[in-house]
Structures are given as C-alpha cells and as structure tokens.
C-alpha cells in the first residue's frame, strides 16, 4: 500500500486513545462478559472469547481480573443485560462507518451514536446501508523490523489469508476470524511475537480522504469512543501519508 503507513490504516490510534481515557478495561470486561455469555467460557472453542482474552492480556489485565469476568459471564446473571448492537452510517467524506456497541440502554446509545454522526456532517443510517462493505477478519499485527517474507511463509503455512506490509515496515496478517487465535499461536512458535490480534472489519472499497474531511472523522471516532457503550469503531476512510502528516 503506497504511501501510507500503519497509523493511517482502517482501525488507527484505537488502543492509544482508550487507554488514555482509561476506558479499555471496562471495554475489555464487557466484551469478556459478553463473548462468555455468547458463545461459553472455553476460549478454545469460542474465537469471539479467544480474541477478546488475547487483547485483555496485551493490555496486562490480570489473570482474575479476566477470570472473573468469564465466569460472570458464563454465570449469565440476570442483572446483566448488556446487548450487542451494530449502528451503520455515512461520515464526513462519504465514509462508511459501523459502530459495534455493548448496551444496556438503547436510547442512551442510538442518542450518543446519531449525535456523534450529526456534529461532523454524517448521518446514522438503516441496518444494512453498509454493512456489505465490511468483511469480518482477524488481524495480527507486527512491529517494523521483521523479514517480510518469513513472515508471509509462516503466515501462510499457519494458515492466513494475506499479508500487508505498509510503508513503514509494519505487517498485518490476515485470517479467517474464527481462527485467528490458532493462526497468532502458530506464528508465536515460529518466533514471530505479535504486537495485538484482534477480529476486525475490513472494508471492500476505500473512500479518500483530502485535508478538510480527515480532521472531520477523526472528531467523529472520537465522539464514538468517547461512549462507554462503544466497543469498536471502523471505516473505510483512507488517510494518505500526506494529508495524515498536515493534522
């Protein structure tokens, strides 16, 4: 991908800004709780639980910390009545934009998302006006620094759909989600030590972005992050070293 480098790519900035409003823990326990609730407490044979143990233990929550949510989870306690809702709409630029939520009050939630929409020029819109651009994948990333080649052989031995090495030297490699976790255990062997692995959506199509609109949907991630209910934000803008450089 020419010319741009990691920051600018699909999910940018996500964990460093969470972790500076010191939401990522609450985050990370919701998604816990939620992923068990689902799908079982056994990370083996639940890859939504699997990634979401993976990013708890990247960001040095502790092992009962994590456990504790779990078994909350698994417990399915009738006081918890957090709901997975996707919101889809339109950002500055033509951006499509999904918004995947963790609630127990919908109102709050839709009214927190359609006024972040609403402040930087976009709108919410129908389930479904875009989805279809998205792809659910897993993601493992590296640092700058490796042999890309190595990389994709063992990537692709392991089982990985495709590697990205972006300008800046850093390498995505991308999975099928539901095997991300054995995907990042096979490179961990093969001596590649990820930096964070995580499900993601991948868009189909990229929408450019100039000087003006970039800044308007950085201010509209950060809206949505701002929520508590907000667990991930995605788009398919596209930041240009360039324009990422003038903001």
């Known amino acids: 991908m020419a010319g741009h480098s990691k920051w600018a790519n699909t999910k940018h900035r ?71 809702i996707v919101y889809e709409g339109y950002g500055p630029g033509g951006t499509a934009v999904m918004v995947e939520c963790l609630t127990d009050n919908r109102k709050r939630t839709v009214s927190d998302v359609r006024h972040a929409f609403t402040k930087t020029g976009g709108n919410l819109g129908t389930d479904g006006s875009v989805a279809y651009l998205f792809t659910r994948k897993g993601i493992i990333s590296y640092a700058p620094g490796l042999d890309e080649d190595a990389v994709m052989d063992a990537a692709l031995e392991a089982g990985a759909e495709d590697v990205e090495t972006f300008d800046d030297g850093a390498i995505d490699v991308y999975t099928a989600w539901e095997i991300l976790g054995d995907v990042k255990d096979a490179m961990d062997a093969a001596g590649f030590k990820a930096e964070s692995a995580e499900v993601s959506m991948i868009p189909s199509t990229k929408a450019d972005l100039d000087a003006e609109t970039a800044p308007k949907l950085m201010r509209l991630i950060d809206m949505l992050e701002d929520s508590d209910d907000v667990q991930e934000v995605y788009h398919n803008g596209d930041i240009s070293d360039e324009v990422a450089a003038l903001l």
């Not at 689902?38 to 990370?43: A, E, L, R």
């Open 14 to 84: 996500k964990a460093a800004q969470d972790a500076k409003r010191g939401k990522i823990f609450t985050k990370i326990i919701r998604e816990l709780v939620t992923a068990s609730r689902i799908g079982g407490p056994d990370p083996a044979s639940n890859p939504r639980l699997r990634a979401a143990v993976d990013k708890a233990l990247a960001n040095n929550m502790t092992r009962d910390t994590l456990n504790r949510a779990i078994a909350r989870g698994a417990g399915n306690d009738e006081n918890d009545n957090m709901e997975s």
